[in-house]
């Protein structure tokens, strides 16, 4: 079976650094996403990004870019619905998507095996990470097949929460430790860049590669 690709989230607009697109702003001379790409690539993920507007300022990632459906900024929900298209697109045999955000570089290098993991141990439809007793909601393992229900919640309902979505299903949590650093740590305003710089140096006096759950 294949592995799930890993959809990552760029549709934010990143009002609150200014404007652009976040997962593009530096954290220690290099951008959010190839820190995210960095960590995550062991696995053997295809990954893809998805993200708005024109696709060439992502070009030196060397990555798909695909756009949500409607151009309207649904939200999370609209990119993961594209991801779910999109999978079902290049292959049939595709059971699951990833979504990760573009502004958490401390993810977990082993992200996509617990979510799995999680999903063989509770059979439940939709896996969530969580750390230090707090779900990730847009942090998530997802069934392609639910593409279908997803469009006609978000088109014909007007749903844009990712909670409110998930309250239809069954879910579970894969649980990752929140020390010596929360691997969900995101980056939100400018002050998180400073705070993320410092806790990349403090897990470099520590010997950790910032940080393998």
Known sequence: M?????????????????GGDKGLRLL?????ISHIIRRLGAEGSAFVLNANGDPARFASLGLPVIADEQSTRDGPLAGILAGMVWAASQDPAIRHIVTVPTDIPFVPVDLVDRLLQAQTNSGAEIICASSGGRRHPVVALWPVRLATALRTALHDEGMRKVEQWLGRYRVADADFADRPVDPFFNVNRPEDLATAEHLMRQLGSLGHNPPEN
């Open 2 to 18: 294949p592995r799930p690709p890993i959809i990552l989230l760029a549709g934010g607009n990143a009002s609150r650094l200014g």
């Open 28 to 32: 220690g001379g290099t951008s959010l």
